[in-house]
């Protein structure tokens, strides 16, 4: 049971690198963390708490991410920053070493993120929390909003392909995904909140239904039948 009197009156400030899959994600935990009582930071507005997603599919990406994570501890100084994502994934030391880094999780942790924020005071250490890439099992729904009308919803993750000049799959694990059901019920979910269009993402679509034995034609056509949405892309 997570105490959630310790989120009281805390702000948080998001921050994302990299693909829509990265953005979708970063959704997703902030209404996380809003359920549990902490405020979204204003725009300009300093924040107790900083959520930064990262990316790594290149060295140039993990330079841009190291001077986000330093830019960002500056704007907000004496916040607890997390850090996720790729980059977090494959080379946490690296982020360790940056003075006022508190916390990084792995891709298996980050969905988790509330249960690791149960202590907000700062250490002089960050704490590294990265499980080995055979462990990355975890599928966790994503979807968030552009604009008023267009969503991006997450239907698959991962890759088993281990290209040689690809990291995503020590990055993101092997290809999973959502049943198709729970992917039309956060379908309706958009459409609920005004959504009309919406853009499908995931590392490999093409790899949909491996592990709930499903095909893509099917979720097009289960998708379809959403209310209220006029495109899906």
């Given at each position: 049971m997570i105490d959630r009197s310790v989120f009281e009156n805390k702000t948080a400030a998001y921050y994302t690198l990299g693909c829509k899959l990265n953005f979708a994600e970063t959704s997703a935990l902030g209404r996380q963390l809003t359920q549990a009582g902490i405020t979204r930071a204003r725009k300009g507005q300093r924040a107790d708490i900083c959520i930064i997603n990262t990316c790594s599919v290149t060295e140039l990406a993990d330079k841009?991410?190291?001077q986000a994570i330093r830019k960002i501890i500056r704007q907000h100084p004496g916040a607890f920053v997390v850090v996720i994502g790729c980059y977090a994934q494959l080379k946490p030391e690296e982020i360790a070493a940056i003075e006022g880094v508190d916390?990084?999780?792995?891709?298996?942790?980050?969905?988790?993120?509330?249960?690791?924020?149960?202590?907000?005071e700062k250490k002089d250490k960050s704490k590294i929390v990265v499980s080995e890439t055979k462990r990355i099992k975890t599928f966790a729904p994503s979807l968030s909003a552009d604009d008023r009308t267009r969503y991006f919803l997450k239907v698959q993750d991962g890759c088993n392909y281990f290209c040689t000049y690809c990291t995503i799959p020590f990055a993101r694990g092997r290809s999973r995904n959502a049943p198709?059901?729970?992917l039309v019920?956060?379908?309706e979910e958009a459409a609920g909140e005004g959504g009309k269009e919406i853009v499908l993402t995931g590392v490999n679509i093409g790899d949909f239904?491996?592990?709930?034995?499903?095909?893509?034609f099917d979720l097009l056509k289960a998708l379809d039948e959403v209310e209220g949405i006029e495109r899906f892309r």
């Open positions: 841009k991410g190291r916390l990084i999780l792995g891709s298996e942790q980050k969905h988790d993120v509330l249960k690791y924020l149960t202590d907000l198709i059901a729970q019920r956060q379908a239904g491996r592990t709930t034995n499903e095909s893509f």
